[in-house]
């Protein structure tokens, strides 16, 4: 900010604010003069007319005293009250600015004729009977004036000239126009100059700018002069000490600033900020000595606390390997003669004469539960897989209408044993796909599976395929009636070892890797899979499979590396 600068900010709005003021004040003093003027103008012609009206009643009541004789012989002498009026009201224009006239719409005499704005006023003072006078500003023979106007009425001093019968000649010989009492005639016209009055409001007008102007100019030098010395001066003071400060100084003295209020206040906590600052750079260097050490102490401890939690992500890295080398040894070892069992239970019911006999239901309960068993054994053993990022894609061309086949001909015996009925649709449009056929069979199955678990005797469940050609991807779709979701479990159905709700998992069995080894084998092709459900009307699980899922893998966000053979891994 320039020395100036702050005196300006101040002085310029100050001169805008008076010069606003004044100018309002010169609008509304002119204003006011002009409504003065045209006041006294108005009494003067009011003035005018009534002593005209005084004049004309002496000369009609004194008619007769004027015209007879002392003998009472009548000798009309043309002092007639109209050609008085005229005749006095004539001299009067003559020796003054103002002129008065006697006039008519329609005149014995066509000089004594109205122009357009008393035509206009006659009008008005026969529409309007108790309009005793009318004013106006308005223009006259070029200059500005007051036009004045008062109607002339027919009364009973009248009717002699102007009354009936119409067309008998008065005293003055002209024709009467048979008029009534109470009717309009003419009117009296008083023009009265406003010149004298406009230049007389100009002098005040330009007096009062004068003292305005006068008034600008001391409170521009009083602001100058006070904020100069009161404002500017100590903060160009302050400024100076800035300065110095700045350059690296800090032991400045600004005690001899002058100010009065903020000014004031701001100088003493600059010279107090100016003594801290100095104190604070005098024992700068050994603070700085003793902060440098703690915070090597504490890079040292940071630096301890880093290791041993690297060394911890060690431990629990080559723990949660050991736990899925674990798991994928004990699930392998399992799944072997659980084979074992289900290949020589089926054989045992090819070879029983008694379909429905009870050794017959004992070998289809064992069937059953050790398909289940292997089931979920082979869940376990994906999962351990995929978590030890060992799980690999095997890319295949892979008809949909098979994997929904063989899901349906390995869940159709219990879905029959539970009473349930499983339908089966494959749209006529779905194509082939690029999809690991194992892993596939694995998801719907498992969706599948789920449904049968959750729908109680009598239930339905609809597994569809369709093709979606708009997203590329072939939707599988498992419906079921069972006793569907609460919407407080659904954001946790997918994670592992969630089954629902508690007294769900105490009712249904099962591990609760299902819907989780679902999604993340269909996150592996590229896929997604998604849920719909409404408590006690039923389930809908959608697994979307890409057309192609090697390119579905490399275009997305969790991409793997593909291999020469064709395969993709998980991790």
Not at 146 to 168: K, Q
Request: proline share 3%; net charge negative.
């Amino acid at each position: 900010m320039s020395h100036g600068k702050l005196k300006y900010k101040l002085a310029v709005p100050t001169v805008v604010i008076i010069a606003l003021l004044m100018a309002l004040n010169v609008a509304w003093s002119y204003t006011s003069q002009r409504e003065q003027a045209q006041a006294a103008m108005r009494e003067q012609a009011s003035m005018l007319t009534r002593q005209l009206n005084a004049m004309w009643d002496f000369m009609a009541i004194n008619q007769d005293r004027i015209n007879y004789d002392s003998d009472g012989n009548y000798d009309f002498k043309g002092l007639h009250c109209s050609i008085v009026g005229l005749s006095v009201s004539n001299h009067f224009s003559q020796d003054t600015d103002y002129k008065i006239r006697y006039v008519s719409d329609r005149p014995r005499n066509a000089a004594h004729a109205t122009d357009e704005f008393e035509t206009q006023v006659m009008e008005r003072f026969r529409q309007d009977a108790s309009l005793a006078s009318y004013d106006e500003m308005a223009a006259f023979d070029g200059q500005s004036s007051l036009r004045y106007v008062t109607p002339l009425r027919i009364d009973s001093s009248c009717m002699p000239c102007h009354g009936g019968p119409a067309g008998e000649r008065d005293v003055t010989g002209r024709a009467k126009e048979g008029l009534e009492l109470g009717d309009l005639y003419g009117v009296i016209s008083v023009v009265v100059p406003s010149a004298t009055y406009d230049e007389s409001i100009a002098q005040n007008v330009a007096r009062e700018g004068f003292l305005f102007f006068a008034l600008i100019v001391a409170c521009v030098v009083s602001v100058y002069f006070f904020v100069n010395r009161f404002v500017t001066a100590p903060l160009e003071r302050l400024k100076n000490a800035v300065r110095v400060t700045d350059g690296g100084r800090f032991a400045v003295d600004v005690k001899d600033v002058r100010g009065d209020g903020e000014v004031h206040e701001l100088a003493a906590y600059f010279q107090t900020m100016s003594a801290e600052l100095n104190a604070l750079y005098d024992n700068l260097e050994s603070q700085v000595e003793l902060r440098a050490g703690q915070l090597m102490v504490a890079n040292e401890e940071l630096l301890r606390q880093r290791g041993q939690l690297e060394a911890m992500n060690e431990r629990l890295s080559e723990e949660s390997r050991y736990k899925s080398d674990f798991l994928a040894m004990m699930s392998h070892e399992l799944r072997t003669p659980l084979t074992s069992v289900i290949a020589f239970t089926e054989i045992l019911q090819e070879q029983e004469d008694d379909a429905t006999g009870e050794r017959a239901h004992i070998l289809g309960e064992i069937r059953q539960n050790a398909a289940i068993l292997l089931s979920r054994i082979n869940n376990i053993l994906d999962v351990a897989r995929l978590e030890a990022g060992k799980s690999e894609l095997a890319l295949q061309v892979v008809d949909m209408a098979d994997v929904v086949n063989s899901v349906e001909a390995a869940l159709e015996p219990l879905a029959r044993t539970k009473g349930v009925v499983l339908s089966v649709e494959v749209a006529r449009n779905v194509p082939l796909i690029t999809a690991d056929p194992d892993k596939a069979r694995r998801v719907v199955e498992n969706l599948a599976g789920n449904a049968v678990k959750f729908t109680p005797a009598g239930g339905r469940i609809d597994i569809e395929a369709t093709f979606d050609e708009t997203a590329g991807t072939v939707r599988v779709a498992v419906r079921d009636d069972g006793i569907g979701i609460e919407p407080a479990d659904m954001a946790v159905i997918f994670d592992k070892f969630v089954q629902g709700d508690a007294s769900a998992s105490r009712r249904y069995n099962g591990s609760g890797l299902g819907l989780s080894l679902a999604r993340e084998l269909m996150e592996l092709h590229g896929g997604t899979v998604e849920a719909r459900s409404e408590p006690g009307a039923g389930s809908e699980f959608t697994a979307a499979f890409p057309v192609d899922a090697g390119r579905a893998v490399a275009e997305g966000d969790h991409e793997g590396e593909g291999r020469a053979d064709g395969t993709h891994t998980a991790g």
